[in-house]
């Protein structure tokens, strides 16, 4: 209680040591035989502890502090029953060149403000929280650095702290290397070795950081950087770096209205949910969705290039990246590995050669979509694949470019919903597991144009239009090999235009479902529509025309015989009906 107790506080002036490397500077514990003999004569009976003194603080905000060649050993004695700082600096400038800070009973130094510079010195054996801890707004700029064997983190970055750390070796330490779990901090790192750590780098998302140069890591959890659930609350660049960025659990959300995520041509994100019971991949917990990049309010802005591509993937997959998870590829990515990746109702969501794999976790037991858009999107050259259920659900605008999705789950590969207005150029829907594409509660607003788009191996049919309004347009598809080509409601506004391939569907036809036309209707093009089961019903005083060149083909089948054109109890099976309205048939020689 009455303060400090052996130590060195500089309030005025500046402290400076001269050693050199054959006659360092010492600042070490009574106790310490080690350097300067038995200085208090009890025969090397007491060894020196850790807290054997207080430590230095340095208050002089505008002095130069210079360190050179000098030890700092054994301090941080007891304060309040707390292991206090071996340096606090709350406000000044110091510089340490070959230096050595060691063996503090908790942090080695504690610095709030100023300007902290190190170079070619060690900080080892330290306690916790962290070796070096950065609070407030200091500027640290650490170079040729070796921190080993502390307790918890090596290095501690808090609120408005900015650190540059250059060539540096972790080596031992109990916790992550670096913490950078608070949004207004900053760090530069630039080439650093990571050994037999609690882990590398743990970010909040909102930290500002810069990953240059070569990093290796050894045994020390993933090969990555650790990036914990959170909100961004300001516009933040997740830049190209080193090793990837790993989301293990939580949600990342971005919930500014004026602020826009922006990652850089390379960046690697690798995904996993996971439940505390069972380690397992993709399963929702009571928490809450794990692995899930939401963007509720603001905007997302991927832009890869060829190649350089942004990418989304499981943490299991070793194809980009490495072998993240350091599992020595004994596991293999899976559909549902992570959740996904949700754009809010701002407008403006831009993904450029960007690749989105392995998503769609369960959630309350139904995979979910990998990419859920309630924005305006534009997709270019864009890959979305291998999600356990849908690849994506769009329901306010999509712009999709030499885009493909390969090998989604149920319902379909792509799914437009309301009043969405989707253009779908050049891209490939291939070997998903149900529809290519399908159209859910559609409105008199909603249009969809696909142009020069392949739909290829699909289980179900290419396009699946099973709701009463749409407007729908193909241009020169290619549709080989599906379960069917087009599945539509008669009041859907279909156009199919210009060279089609169809070959080797289920149905290499428009299988029509039963139901009401209500609205003027044109039928034509170069595919059949084929009615195959119930009534197809003008009503309303619609029109429905059969443009030239027109095939309608019909079937009615008995469940037991599979014969044609018989009535079953239920009803007339494959039969236009007239109620009201009329029929043009507009053939020609």
Not at 13 to 40: E, I, K
Not at 178 to 191: K, L, M, Q, V
Not at 356 to 367: D, E, V
Not at 564 to 578: M, N, Y
Request: some cysteine.
């Amino acid at each position: 209680s009455g303060g400090p107790l052996a130590g060195i506080t500089v309030n005025s002036g500046r402290l400076r040591t001269l050693g050199t490397a054959a006659s360092p500077v010492y600042f070490t514990s009574l106790r310490d035989d080690s350097v300067g003999g038995d200085t208090n004569g009890d025969g090397a009976v007491g060894a020196p502890l850790a807290g054997d003194w207080n430590g230095i603080t340095l208050v002089n905000p505008s002095s130069l502090n210079q360190f050179d060649f000098t030890a700092f050993r054994f301090g941080g004695a007891l304060l309040n029953g707390t292991p206090d700082r071996m340096f606090y600096i709350p406000s000044s400038t110091a510089n340490f060149t070959n230096c050595e800070v060691s063996s503090a009973a908790g942090v080695a130094m504690n610095v709030q403000g100023g300007y902290l510079g190190m170079s070619d010195s060690v900080v080892a054996g330290n306690g916790a929280p962290a070796a070096l801890e950065f609070l407030a707004s200091p500027i640290a700029h650490l170079s040729r650095m070796t921190l080993r064997s502390n307790a918890a983190y090596g290095i501690d970055l808090q609120n408005s702290s900015s650190l540059t750390l250059l060539d540096s070796t972790f080596s031992g330490n109990g916790g992550y290397a670096i913490n950078g779990n608070s949004p207004g901090a900053a760090a530069n790192i630039a080439t650093a070795t990571f050994i037999n750590s609690g882990g590398v780098l743990r970010m909040h998302p909102q930290l500002d950081l810069t990953m240059t140069g070569p990093v290796s890591i050894v045994n020390s959890g993933v090969k990555g950087v650790d990036v914990q659930a959170g909100n961004i609350g300001a516009s933040r660049t997740w830049r190209k770096l080193s090793i990837p960025y790993v989301l293990r659990s939580g949600e990342v959300r971005l919930n500014q209205f004026s602020a826009i995520l922006s990652l850089e041509a390379g960046v690697i994100v690798k995904i996993k949910g996971e439940t505390t019971a069972t380690g397992g991949f993709g399963v929702l917990t009571s928490g809450g969705p794990l692995g899930l990049l939401n963007i509720a309010s603001g905007r997302l802005s991927a832009q890869g290039t060829v190649l350089e591509p942004v990418v989304f993937t499981s943490l299991r997959d070793d194809s980009v990246g490495g072998d993240t998870n350091d599992d020595g590829g004994a596991t293999s990515p899976l559909p549902g590995d992570w959740h996904g990746l949700s754009l809010g109702p701002t407008a403006g969501h831009v993904l450029r050669n960007t690749v989105l794999r392995y998503g769609g976790a369960l959630l309350n037991t139904q995979p979910y979509t990998m990419v859920q858009a309630g924005g305006a999107v534009t997709m270019i050259a864009v890959e979305v694949s291998s999600g356990a259920g849908a690849g994506m659900l769009a329901g306010v605008s999509l712009d999709m470019r030499d885009s493909l999705f390969n090998h989604n789950g149920a319902p379909a590969a792509l799914r437009l919903e309301g009043g969405v207005l989707a253009a779908v150029t050049d891209s490939q829907f291939l070997r998903n597991r149900a529809h290519g594409v399908q159209l859910e509660g559609g409105t008199a607003s909603s249009k969809s144009t696909f142009s020069a788009v392949s739909f290829i191996g699909n289980a179900g049919v290419a396009v699946n239009a099973d709701t009463a309004q749409w407007f729908l347009a193909m241009d020169s598809p290619t549709l080989t090999g599906n379960g069917g080509t087009i599945r539509m409601q008669p009041q859907i506004n279909l156009s199919v235009t210009g060279s089609v391939t169809a070959g080797s569907n289920g149905l290499n036809g428009i299988d029509v479902l039963a139901g009401n036309i209500t609205q003027a209707r044109t039928w034509g093009g170069p595919l059949p529509f084929v009615l195959r089961s119930g009534i197809v019903n003008l009503a309303n005083n619609a029109a429905l025309m059969f443009a030239a060149g027109a095939v309608i083909k019909f079937k009615g089948a008995n469940a037991t015989t599979g014969s044609f054109g018989v009535l079953t109890s239920g009803g007339p099976i494959a039969t236009l009906q007239i109620n009201s309205g009329r029929l043009d048939v507009l053939g020609t020689a």
